[in-house]
């Protein structure tokens, strides 16, 4: 195991008085969101819109701070998100149906620069130091048009950081089959991101490298009785370029990585008590040697005519990465290796509440939620970095149609 | 063509199948009410779910998910 | 492979069967008789026979319905006004018939609104989609059966309607 270099330590003292770390963004290092067909907010497709609808929604994201007797050096405190989001779908002529999207991210905070050993060899963390505000943006616009047996929708869209930019684009189609019993679809999309990371002369960091995501899912719906429906969907996506993280010193991975998901929905109405079920399970595996499982269960109350109330818990378990090291080996040269806690095994459980109501044409909802991460949750072995996250989340929302 | 007795038993094995996946009648287009439910989509709240995968995609190692619509009301 | 060819198409076979049995322009409409939905009263399509009919299966839940209705409402009363001898027979389909009353009541029509929860109308005529629309005539004979509705429907259904009106006895 490799000292830790004495630069980096100083390094890290100068930062903190210059104040000038800047730590990565929300999607650090990550295909733009809406480069993948399962994150572009999905627009229900059996006909097109008969009205137009504006959503808004902002979110107050906070992490808990670094446990004390994990951290060596820099902030304790990681990272406080604003998140605002914005959606209009609208009708255009008969056959159309437009969708936009826009959201604006707000962000403070300090994340794990790298990992140690310097003591016993309990792990300690390297922090960044507070940062100043970062802001992310991004935009996609959506065409679908509806056909007598399914659509077909376009998409593009592009993100913009200081440090990270993105465009991306995707298509994808729909069919219905036996009466409208069951529904194929698929899809396709690409990204392309232009990484030039800050301060990169101060810290020596790459600048200028790209990395390109290709992304293709496939599902069946099946329609099993009036009362419940069923989805099963894959999702491959490949990534090459750069997808080393700048920000964390030592940091080597793989130039390309390769993921496919496994995700199975169930709904199910309870007509005596005027709720909805709501089932999924996804089923994780790529090239880097992850494994995942997840699991959702939320159950849709409706309360009177007006209100909804909608409790939910998440699982999550992770296996780690091939190339994950608990304490960076500075030693390795040019090995892949990285101490990034989210490519270690841990598992995480969120429970969450929502409320929604209805008043004429206007909708407002409030959500509240907390996740929780623990190397005791996790089904896989492996290691775990001390430097996992816990959060709470708060939501509130309004819609307007008309 | 001539349809054998093989191929009569796989059409009576196949309709029964079917029938069973659909619940023993396959659910009429009058009778997709509940399925159009707001609670009973996919994805009910697309803002929300954006919102959680963008988070859990960048807390989490793992990506992908549902990614299509299907169920709902049948309108033509 | 042939045989897991054969498996599947005979599977989607399976789901259409119950439904080979139905009414498609040519045929005789097939009768009912109702009650209003809004209204203590029977209405049965025989009372209608000479008239021009427009016979609609809707539902609260089913959005192009939705758009159909205050459409259909100024035709009819446009082409009565005209001199013209037509109806619309609604008939709303919800399985809980309040929601149907409900949308009425922020929307209101003037035709012949039904109800039936139970199916038995639609299952008799065959209705694949919703919205699906019977245009009938004077003689009781279906001449169109319309799936869907666009906005821009109303004028192809009402040359449809003229023209039977113009040979009308």
Same mark, same amino acid.
């Given at each position: ?402 | ?76 | ?91 709303? +389909?919800? #399985? =809980? @018939?309040?929601? *149907?009353?409900?949308? %009425? ?7 012949? +609104?039904? #109800? =039936? @929860?139970?199916? *038995?109308?639609?299952? %008799? ?14 003689? *009781? ?29």
């Amino acid at each position: 195991m490799g000292t830790v270099p004495p630069a980096a330590v100083a390094a890290v003292t100068e930062q903190e008085s210059l104040n000038t770390m800047k730590s990565r963004s929300l999607l650090a290092l990550t295909a733009s969101a809406m480069a993948l067909p399962g994150l572009v907010p999905a627009v229900k497709a059996d006909t097109p819109p008969t009205d137009t609808s504006l959503s808004y929604r902002i979110s107050s994201y906070e992490e808990d701070d670094l446990p004390r007797e994990y951290l060596l050096a820099g902030s304790r405190e990681r990272y406080d998100i604003t998140i605002h989001q914005f959606q209009v779908v609208t009708p255009v002529g008969e056959n159309y149906g437009l969708t936009f999207n826009t959201s604006y991210e707000s962000m403070s905070g300090a994340s794990p620069w790298y990992a140690v050993a310097p003591f016993d060899g309990e792990q300690s963390i390297v922090m960044s130091g507070a940062t100043i505000h970062e802001e992310r943006r991004d935009y996609n616009l959506g065409l679908r048009r509806y056909l007598n047996n399914g659509s077909v929708g376009v998409n593009v869209g592009a993100s913009d950081e200081n440090d990270y930019e993105s465009w991306n684009g995707g298509i994808d189609m729909e069919r219905h089959f036996n009466n409208d019993l069951t529904t194929l679809a698929g899809g396709f999309s690409y990204s392309s991101d232009d990484i030039n990371p800050s301060d990169a002369a101060l810290f020596n960091r790459v600048t200028d490298e790209n990395k390109h995501t290709s992304s293709a899912f496939f599902s069946v719906s099946q329609i099993i009785d009036r009362n419940s429906l069923f989805q099963s969907s894959l999702n491959v996506t490949r990534h090459s370029g750069y997808l080393t993280d700048p920000y964390k010193l030592g940091d080597a991975r793989p130039d390309s990585r390769t993921q496919i998901a496994w995700s199975n929905a169930y709904r199910r109405y309870l007509t005596n008590l005027d709720a909805a079920l709501h089932l999924d399970a996804r089923l994780y595996d790529d090239n880097f040697g992850i494994n995942s499982l997840t699991l959702d269960v939320s159950w849709h109350q409706n309360v009177g005519d007006t209100w909804q109330v909608i409790p939910r818990i998440r699982y999550y378990s992770q296996s780690q990465a091939g190339f994950f090291t608990p304490v960076n080996d500075f030693s390795l040269g040019g090995v892949f290796n990285s101490s990034d806690y989210r490519l270690s095994a841990y598992g995480a459980l969120s429970g969450g509440l929502q409320v929604q109501t209805t008043l004429d044409d206007f909708t407002v909802s409030f959500a509240l939620e907390r996740y929780v991460t623990d190397d005791s949750y996790s089904l896989f072995g492996g290691e775990t970095s001390p430097a996992i996250v816990n959060f709470t989340r708060m939501s509130l929302g309004l819609g307007y149609r008309f | 063509m001539t349809i054998s007795i093989k191929t009569i038993v796989y059409i009576a094995l196949s309709a029964g199948f079917a029938m069973l996946v659909s619940g023993c009648q396959p659910v009429q287009a009058w009778e997709r009410g509940v399925l159009a439910k707001p609670e009973m989509a996919i994805d009910p709240d697309p803002l929300e779910t954006t919102l959680n995968n963008h988070i859990y995609f960048s807390k989490e190692a793992s990506n992908g998910g549902h990614s299509a619509t299907g169920g709902g009301c049948g309108c033509n | 492979m042939k045989t897991f060819q054969v498996m599947i198409m005979s599977a989607f076979l399976g789901g259409w069967l119950p439904l080979a049995l139905g009414a498609d322009a040519g045929d005789q409409a097939p009768g009912f008789d109702l009650p209003l939905l809004q209204h203590d009263e029977q209405a049965a399509l025989s009372d209608y026979t000479g008239k021009i009919l427009y016979v609609d299966f809707w539902a609260s839940w089913c959005p192009p319905c939705l758009v159909s209705m205050p459409i259909m409402n100024d035709l009819r009363n446009k082409l009565q006004q005209q001199g013209i001898d037509f109806e619309v027979l609604a008939v709303n +389909v919800d #399985s =809980d @018939p309040e929601d *149907g009353i409900d949308f %009425l009541l922020d929307a209101p029509v003037d035709f012949v +609104v039904l #109800s =039936d @929860p139970a199916g *038995g109308t639609p299952a %008799l005529y065959g209705v694949k989609g919703m919205p699906t629309s019977y245009l009938v005539d004077q003689q *009781g004979n279906i001449v169109m059966k319309h799936e869907g509705f666009k906005r821009r429907d109303v004028d192809m259904i009402e040359a449809r309607i003229l023209a039977l009106a113009g040979q009308g006895n």
